[in-house]
């Protein structure tokens, strides 16, 4: 097959917003050509999950045509969505169901024949681990089972075109690392060619062809070496020496040449608006730090370059101080905590301590009991056995109490999508017993400092991604908490999004905010200050991002990536991948 598997001509998606129309996507024109792997990136809103909605002929375009794999969207969208394999972000599974039954509707769905569905599934199950829960239904998977589930359904036919928006949201690294296994197998043995969209750049990494969207316009395309070379030459990694990491780390954010500055381990990484070694005098954030030490470029650089300038970063709002950042007061305590359901047991006696101003990091695969511990600390699901203290207050005699010290910003941000911005402000304001002047200071504070007030009339489930997550956030801290959990806080949201977010929470650690955070995405875990991982119920491993990448690095892994040491630290045989 030579002709194109998929082709766009001038195709431009409009959606009524209110009074106003979003152009999701403007005059786009590609063609993908058989075999390989073509990702997708871009900011929130860039056009990535519309653009496969129309491949799939789920949407229509206002303008323009659609062929996929010789069908036009328009004329045969049946026919199209018959030939097609597509995995959503949100699974579309049927929770109610077990896993063999999810297979079947998806096979009777696709017109798969009876006789051939033994070997097909025993084929897919064995190729992503499930075959021991055929019988377990779809809403008792862990997140990475989910999703392996979900690309399971989309592969039931072996289609020559496979369509997956972002397949990896939310899952741990060694699930990412089985879900990219599958793909690349469905590619070099099954004729498969997939277009996916990613929020992460070292995916990105990892495809043939690399498409940049911004506003609905194809910016740019190429392989990912080819758009990382844009960066060469203005990388680097710096060691802070002496200094704290995180005030270096925020200096350079401050300087004029500096585009990007994120920790990695204990060192820095920094890109620089220009090619060439940063002159002392141009950067005097680096006094008394080493010596900056050249990298190659990554794929990652080239996107905020190019983004940075179209965006202004947010600053954050005054906030009250709490105490010494980083203190030696304890204000959470976690003593052989245990959670049991039934005969199982999903916590088994862990132990940590988190101190004022830190944050803390709580890592591991899914189903590792990281989400229950959480859920124990926010006060929202007693413990077993064991003490947990928050703020002070024992959770077991005073949890409604303690909940009033801290905020939360869970996974899915719990906003009410059908309340506008302004309308989910004053819902969580007047939870938290905000009256009068005080919560109209609040809510000001909120529109204003978030830079939320332009959407303010805005339904929260219209906001891109980005705008959630900061109006989660603002939610998080209407009533000023002292301790602040936060759940897959940047799960999906674009590089600069996630930069942005991680300033503002080490502005809050700076003022004496204590941070609790849980994350499938190893390169945040370098903003922790502490951290353990978990694995089945218990503390595998603790300590700081530096003293953990320190028990994996070896002759073979010089330098270990926080990815490498989580796997390492955590992985298991998997003979199921191939």
Same mark, same amino acid.
């Given at each position: 097959?030579?002709?194109? %598997?998929?082709?766009? *001509?001038?195709?431009?998606?409009?959606?009524?917003?209110?009074?106003?129309?979003?152009?999701? =996507? /403007?005059?786009?024109?590609?063609?993908?050509?058989?075999?390989?792997?073509?990702?997708? %990136?871009?900011?929130?809103?860039?056009?990535?999950?519309?653009?496969?909605?129309?491949?799939?002929?789920?949407?229509?375009?206002?303008?323009?045509?659609?062929?996929?794999?010789?069908?036009?969207?328009?004329?045969?969208?049946?026919?199209?969505?018959?030939?097609?394999?597509?995995? !959503?972000?949100?699974? #579309?599974?049927?929770?109610?169901?077990?896993?063999? @039954?999810?297979?079947?509707?998806?096979? /009777?769905?696709?017109?798969?024949?009876?006789?051939?569905?033994?070997?097909?599934?025993? @084929?897919?199950? &064995?190729?992503?681990?499930?075959?021991?829960?055929?019988?377990?239904?779809? #809403?008792?998977?862990?997140?990475?089972?989910?999703?392996?589930?979900?690309?399971?359904?989309?592969?039931?036919?072996?289609?020559?075109?496979?369509?997956?928006?972002?397949?990896?949201?939310?899952?741990? !690294?060694?699930?990412?690392?089985?879900?990219?296994?599958?793909?690349?197998?469905?590619?070099?043995?099954?004729?498969?060619?997939?277009?996916?969209?990613?929020?992460?750049?070292?995916?990105?990494?990892?495809?043939?062809?690399?498409?940049?969207?911004?506003?609905? &316009?194809?910016?740019?395309?190429?392989?990912?070496?080819?758009?990382?070379?844009?960066?060469?030459?203005?990388?680097?990694?710096? /060691?802070?020496?002496?200094?704290?990491?995180?005030?270096?780390?925020?200096?350079?954010?401050?300087? $004029?040449?500096?585009?990007?500055?994120?920790?990695?381990?204990?060192?820095?990484?920094?890109?620089? /608006?220009?090619?060439?070694?940063?002159?002392?005098?141009?950067?005097?954030?680096?006094?008394?730090?080493?010596?900056?030490?050249?990298? !190659?470029?990554?794929?990652?650089?080239?996107?905020?370059?190019?983004? *940075?300038?179209?965006?202004?970063?947010?600053?954050?709002?005054?906030?009250?101080? *709490?105490?010494?950042?980083?203190?030696?007061?304890?204000?959470?305590?976690? $003593?052989?905590?245990?959670? &049991?359901? #039934?005969?199982?047991?999903?916590?088994?006696?862990?132990?940590?301590?988190?101190?004022?101003?830190?944050?803390?990091?709580?890592?591991?695969?899914?189903?590792?009991?990281?989400?229950?511990?959480?859920?124990?600390?926010?006060? =929202?699901?007693?413990?077993?056995?064991?003490?947990?203290?928050?703020?002070?207050?024992?959770?077991?005699?005073?949890?409604?109490?303690?909940?009033?010290?801290?905020?939360?910003?869970?996974?899915?941000?719990?906003?009410?999508?059908?309340?506008?911005?302004?309308?989910?402000?004053?819902?969580?304001?007047?939870?938290?017993?905000?009256?009068? +002047?005080?919560?109209?200071?609040?809510?000001?504070?909120?529109?204003?400092?978030?830079?939320?007030?332009?959407?303010?009339?805005?339904?929260?489930?219209?906001? +891109?991604?980005?705008?959630?997550?900061?109006?989660?956030?603002?939610?998080?801290?209407?009533?000023?908490?002292?301790?602040?959990?936060?759940?897959?806080?940047?799960?999906? %949201?674009?590089?600069?999004?996630? &930069?942005?977010?991680?300033?503002?929470?080490?502005?809050?650690?700076?003022? #004496?905010?204590?941070?609790?955070?849980?994350?499938?995405?190893?390169?945040?875990?370098?903003?922790?200050?502490? =951290?353990?991982?978990?694995?089945?119920?218990?503390?595998?491993?603790?300590?700081?991002? +530096?003293?953990?990448?320190?028990?994996?690095?070896? @002759?073979?892994?010089?330098?270990?990536?926080?990815?490498?040491?989580?796997?390492?630290?955590?992985?298991?045989?998997?003979?199921?991948?191939?």
């Amino acid at each position: 097959m030579t002709e194109p %598997v998929l082709r766009f *001509r001038g195709v431009t998606k409009v959606f009524p917003a209110g009074r106003n129309s979003v152009r999701a =996507l /403007d005059g786009f024109d590609y063609a993908l050509s058989p075999g390989g792997i073509v990702g997708l %990136v871009g900011p929130d809103g860039a056009g990535k999950s519309t653009l496969l909605r129309l491949a799939t002929a789920l949407l229509l375009p206002s303008q323009g045509r659609i062929e996929v794999l010789g069908h036009d969207t328009q004329e045969e969208p049946l026919a199209v969505q018959a030939a097609v394999g597509y995995m !959503p972000q949100r699974f #579309g599974l049927y929770e109610d169901l077990s896993v063999e @039954e999810n297979l079947n509707l998806y096979a /009777d769905l696709q017109g798969v024949p009876p006789h051939v569905r033994e070997a097909r599934y025993a @084929e897919l199950m &064995r190729m992503t681990g499930l075959s021991p829960f055929l019988g377990r239904l779809a #809403g008792r998977l862990s997140g990475g089972m989910k999703q392996k589930l979900g690309l399971a359904c989309a592969l039931i036919r072996s289609p020559a075109l496979l369509l997956l928006d972002e397949p990896t949201v939310g899952v741990d !690294p060694l699930s990412r690392r089985e879900l990219w296994a599958i793909v690349e197998r469905m590619v070099r043995e099954g004729n498969t060619t997939v277009l996916l969209s990613t929020a992460y750049m070292d995916e990105a990494e990892r495809c043939d062809e690399v498409l940049f969207l911004h506003e609905g &316009r194809l910016l740019e395309r190429g392989a990912p070496r080819d758009l990382a070379s844009q960066a060469a030459g203005a990388a680097f990694l710096i /060691d802070p020496g002496q200094e704290d990491r995180k005030s270096l780390q925020a200096r350079l954010q401050a300087s $004029e040449r500096v585009v990007d500055a994120i920790p990695v381990g204990e060192r820095i990484r920094v890109v620089l /608006d220009r090619p060439g070694l940063p002159d002392p005098t141009e950067l005097p954030a680096l006094h008394g730090a080493g010596e900056p030490q050249p990298v !190659p470029p990554r794929l990652e650089d080239a996107f905020v370059l190019r983004l *940075r300038a179209a965006r202004t970063p947010l600053q954050m709002p005054p906030l009250p101080q *709490r105490g010494t950042p980083r203190d030696e007061e304890e204000v959470i305590v976690v $003593e052989d905590a245990r959670r &049991r359901f #039934g005969s199982f047991w999903a916590v088994k006696g862990i132990d940590f301590t988190v101190r004022r101003g830190e944050i803390f990091g709580l890592l591991g695969a899914n189903g590792a009991g990281k989400s229950t511990t959480f859920r124990m600390l926010c006060g =929202l699901l007693p413990a077993s056995s064991g003490r947990l203290t928050v703020a002070g207050y024992d959770l077991r005699r005073a949890a409604a109490t303690a909940r009033g010290r801290l905020g939360t910003m869970a996974q899915r941000f719990s906003l009410y999508e059908h309340l506008t911005v302004l309308q989910n402000l004053r819902f969580f304001a007047s939870a938290y017993r905000l009256t009068g +002047s005080r919560l109209r200071e609040r809510i000001a504070w909120a529109l204003d400092g978030f830079e939320l007030r332009a959407v303010a009339d805005v339904r929260s489930g219209q906001l +891109s991604l980005g705008y959630k997550q900061r109006l989660a956030l603002a939610v998080a801290l209407m009533h000023e908490p002292e301790i602040l959990f936060l759940d897959e806080p940047t799960s999906g %949201v674009d590089a600069l999004a996630r &930069r942005e977010f991680w300033r503002r929470i080490n502005q809050l650690a700076a003022t #004496g905010v204590t941070v609790l955070v849980t994350t499938h995405f190893m390169e945040e875990a370098s903003y922790c200050d502490r =951290l353990v991982i978990m694995a089945d119920g218990e503390v595998l491993a603790s300590g700081s991002p +530096s003293e953990l990448l320190e028990r994996v690095r070896s @002759e073979t892994l010089p330098e270990p990536t926080m990815e490498d040491a989580f796997i390492a630290l955590v992985g298991r045989p998997r003979g199921h991948v191939a």
